[in-house]
């Protein structure tokens, strides 16, 4: 992948915020809120909301640009990697299918960093199954009432806004009987619940509760039942954006184990000599480097408008993986010390976990793969 002049100079001022700023509080900040001071240095610096319109605050940039800042911000904190991808998916949402006076007023405040936005899918029932919405929008008069549950919503406990997709058609409608809500701050009926995650845990993933809380017909995204559709298209290119996040988390730890592996030493020599040391890392080096390449080609194919569901599902099962896997073998080869809370590696291991399952888990995207390559003929009934 050959990067132009001005995504370079993005790409090396990202990689300096990430670790003259980020990487000293990385593991601090874990037990922490999302830390709004960074999150608005980061829109200061022109690092969110980089592939969307200049009119809107954007700087007009390619999705790959977008790419190469979360992958760069990963190498310091792999938390507020999430924001690029956050508010690139959500904004092109609300870009698409909100109304004038929705993206006027919100759209530049994602992007500077002031305000968050939560993207509501997934319920109780049952994560993969996301065409089965169940939580209900019922008409009144010109507005919906929504009422039901969201879960394991990133962002649900620290978000100002949310897009929530809720069930306007009949349960047999399935994905078409869904739409999308604008549901800004302030709205009455919301109740958050935070998780207590093993990682990952300043993206404030939660439960949200919508109790009979009333939303303007004007809030609704696009027409009535194609809620679904609007956010499945997104997700293809933040699985793309998720592999590189991982790529970033994985390269961070691997750089720092070869320091150490050359330094310390064991039976007279550096350990970095001993094959059982460097290969373990030396194979981490390939796959992410796999992982970084496939995921540049899959924004490549986006900006060309060519079909890339199944590249961007190879990116999101096997960024995950192989940046645990990598990360992993970085604590096995620093030792007894690895495996302590004093380095990061166990962190960016706990907090790419996640990942594993968020947004899509390796089965479904191995489903998504197959449907693509043969047809409905993959889709187990």
Not at 19 to 44: I, K, N, S
Not at 302 to 323: F, I, L, Q, S, V
Request: proline residues 4%; contains cysteine.
């Amino acid at each position: 992948m050959i990067f132009n002049e001005d995504q370079l100079a993005l790409k090396d001022a990202a990689e300096r915020f990430a670790r003259d700023v980020l990487l000293p509080g990385y593991q601090r900040r874990e037990h922490e809120a999302m830390p709004r001071d960074l999150a608005r240095e980061m829109g200061a610096l022109g690092l969110l909301g980089t592939d969307l319109p200049e009119e809107v605050g954007g700087l007009g940039e390619s999705s790959i640009t977008t790419g190469m800042v979360a992958e760069a911000l990963a190498l310091g904190d792999f938390n507020m990697a999430a924001l690029p991808v956050n508010i690139s998916l959500n904004a092109a949402v609300l870009l698409q299918h909100g109304t004038r006076d929705i993206i006027d007023e919100w759209v530049p405040q994602m992007i500077s960093g002031d305000k968050l936005m939560a993207i509501c899918l997934t319920e109780p029932r049952g994560g993969s199954d996301a065409a089965h919405v169940s939580l209900r929008a019922t008409r009144k008069g010109s507005d919906y009432v929504l009422k039901g549950e969201k879960t394991s919503i990133t962002f649900a406990d620290c978000a100002d806004i949310f897009i929530v997709f809720a069930r306007t058609g009949s349960p047999e409608d399935g994905a078409r009987g869904v739409s999308a809500f604008f549901i800004p701050e302030g709205t009455p009926g919301i109740e958050r619940l935070k998780f207590e995650d093993v990682g990952h845990r300043v993206v404030g993933r939660g439960s949200l509760f919508f109790d009979d809380v009333v939303v303007p017909e004007w809030c609704r995204l696009g027409p009535e039942g194609s809620g679904f559709t609007q956010v499945m298209h997104g997700f293809d290119y933040s699985r793309a954006l998720i592999a590189l996040e991982c790529a970033g988390a994985a390269q961070a730890s691997l750089d720092e184990t070869w320091g150490y592996v050359k330094e310390r030493e064991a039976f007279g020599r550096p350990i970095g000599q001993f094959q059982g040391v460097s290969f373990p890392l030396a194979e981490g080096e390939s796959h992410i480097m796999a992982i970084r390449q496939l995921a540049y080609h899959t924004l490549e194919l986006r900006e060309a408008g060519m079909p890339h569901t199944a590249e961007a599902a190879m990116c999101k099962w096997m960024g995950p993986r192989y940046a645990f896997e990598a990360i992993h073998n970085c604590i096995l080869m620093s030792g007894h010390y690895g495996y302590s809370f004093d380095l990061p590696h166990q962190q960016r291991m706990r907090d790419v976990m996640g990942l594993e399952i968020g947004d899509g888990t390796a089965g479904i995207m191995k489903q998504v793969i197959a449907r693509q390559k043969i047809g409905r003929i993959a889709v187990p009934y």
